[in-house]
């Protein structure tokens, strides 16, 4: 039985907790055992990274010149791309999901994420307006970005290195700092990240990680502690209002991907196998914890009961088991607290008269897994667009299947929720693609694909799902501050 680690703080370029810290234990999601004993984070370690993030602005840091930002940032990069299989396996540890999820969808864009951002400030052009002026002679403007300043980073547990990253990268490519606190269920991978700073030479005090839970602990402390000059969080959309309401003492901004209750539309003319597996992935994936996955899913009448059939072909094919076993095709939920929560509105669904196509429980495990947080991945027909399970986003393997007639009947029923991250379309009809596309309200729309990701695109969400847009340059907007010089000529 491997030794079971204690997880401390990266404060200041050094892991550190004091003599008299709390700690608290990290489950394994597939068998239930304590595979970690993390250190809680109080109000004087949260000071202690805001001061060493405040420090390194004024430090060595704040006074690198662009490139040597960015030659830093690819160090990071190519340092993560070669410790690739210790992020894979800190990261499976931490959520339980099969290593193909690690190794093909989310630890490479740790490296991605830090390279695109580096390339970014490289690149990116300054603004300039030549202005008349009565006198004739004319005067210049142009805008300078400085960087915010100490950036508070909350991040999630379903992508918890991708989703960090998404965040760390440009925030240290505009020339931050910043103090990360990770999801008390997945602190490993920040953690390895500390350890990937230091031996790449990023100023210490750049980069700190504390560890510890929302509400009166390192979360609260750091969205509200004055030293932080923004916050960006991904996350539950009632979280998001609590930090925004934090943030809101001493004006700080926000950046937030929030929560989502995506559709998936496919119409008649799709093509039929590709959008199964699209669909399939798109609500299954990471056993269904994917803020950007599908819990609602509208098929044209035409195909709806062969896609039904088909679906619950593919779902009933997945292989449960331990992450590192390579037949494992489908991994069990972060946590028993969150299995309690989609167990409920699996429960809420029969209540509420769904027809259970497939799933709907827990499945039988060996022995030995049994202490894991497993569901069955599940699919229900025959709600009405008001149940519970059709509205609110539960962040599991679950999806509802509806049928459709009319392209103005789905797009109504697509954008009336409270939501609008994502939509996948299917249809091999371009023009009623870039139609449906214009129409449904969300922030990122896939057509005959999904979680295809070009990173210097505009990301985020709609409605409540989110405030802002990350990706390429529209980072620089929330990581910079802009300065407008005008020059009398
Ligand atoms: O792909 C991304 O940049 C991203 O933010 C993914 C989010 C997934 C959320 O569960």
Redesign the pocket.
């Known amino acids: 039985m491997s030794q079971v680690q204690r997880i401390h703080h990266f404060i200041n370029g050094e892991f550190t907790a004091p003599p008299a810290a709390r700690y608290f234990d990290k489950r394994s999601p597939v068998d239930g055992r304590v595979i970690a004993h993390i250190a809680e984070a109080g109000q004087a370690e949260v000071d202690a990274a805001v001061t060493a993030a405040r420090s390194a602005l004024k430090g060595e840091w704040g006074k690198l010149t662009t490139d040597q930002r960015v030659d830093l940032l690819y160090g990071v990069a190519n340092e993560i791309t070669r410790r690739f299989d210790d992020f894979v396996a800190a990261e499976m540890a931490d959520t339980g999901q099969p290593a193909h999820v690690m190794t093909q969808v989310f630890i490479p864009?740790g490296a991605a994420?830090f390279k695109v951002f580096a390339d970014v400030i490289k690149n990116v052009a300054a603004e300039s307006f030549r202005m008349a002026t009565p006198d004739g002679k004319g005067a210049l403007n142009y805008a300078i970005r400085n960087p915010k300043g100490v950036i508070g980073v909350i991040s999630?547990w379903?992508?918890p290195f991708?989703?960090m990253t998404?965040k760390v990268g440009p925030a240290l490519a505009c020339g931050n700092t910043v103090v990360v606190k990770p999801s008390e269920e997945t602190p490993l991978t920040a953690t390895l990240l500390g350890e990937v700073m230091n031996a790449v030479g990023i100023p210490k005090g750049v980069y700190n990680v504390i560890n510890g839970f929302g509400p009166d602990s390192a979360g609260a402390y750091l969205t509200q502690h004055p030293g932080v000059d923004a916050i960006t969080f991904?996350g539950e959309t009632r979280t998001g209002t609590a930090i925004m309401k934090a943030a809101a003492e001493g004006m700080r901004d926000v950046s937030f991907?929030l929560g989502g209750k995506n559709a998936g539309i496919v119409f008649a003319d799709c093509n039929f196998d590709a959008a199964v597996d699209g669909i399939f992935r798109s609500a299954f994936l990471?056993t269904g914890?994917?803020?950007?996955?599908t819990e609602r899913v509208y098929v044209e009448r035409p195909i709806f009961e062969r896609f039904v059939a088909a679906l619950k072909a593919k779902v009933e094919s997945v292989r449960y088991g331990r992450p590192e076993d390579h037949a494992s095709t489908y991994g069990p939920l972060i946590s028993q607290e969150h299995r309690d929560k989609v167990l409920s509105y699996y429960k809420k669904a029969i209540d509420e008269g769904a027809t259970l196509v497939t799933g709907g429980g827990v499945p039988e495990m060996p022995a030995e897994l049994a202490g894991g947080s497993w569901v069955q991945p599940t699919i229900w027909t025959g709600l009405p667009e008001t149940a519970a399970v059709v509205r609110e986003e539960i962040f599991g393997p679950c999806c509802h299947v509806c049928p459709f007639d009319s392209e103005d009947e789905v797009i109504n029923l697509a954008n009336a929720n409270d939501y609008g991250l994502a939509t996948t379309i299917w249809t091999e009809n371009l023009s009623r693609a870039h139609r449906v596309a214009e129409r449904v309200e969300v922030g990122v729309t896939w057509v005959n694909s999904w979680?295809l990701?070009d990173?210097r695109t505009p990301?985020g969400g709609s409605k409540q799902s989110g405030i802002g847009r990350?990706?390429g340059v529209h980072s620089l907007e929330f990581y910079t501050e802009t300065r407008n010089v005008c020059i009398k000529l």
Do not use: D, I, K
């Open positions: 864009r994420n999630p379903n992508a991708l989703l998404w991904t991907e990471n914890q994917v803020c950007l996955g979680f990701r990173l990301f990350e990706g």
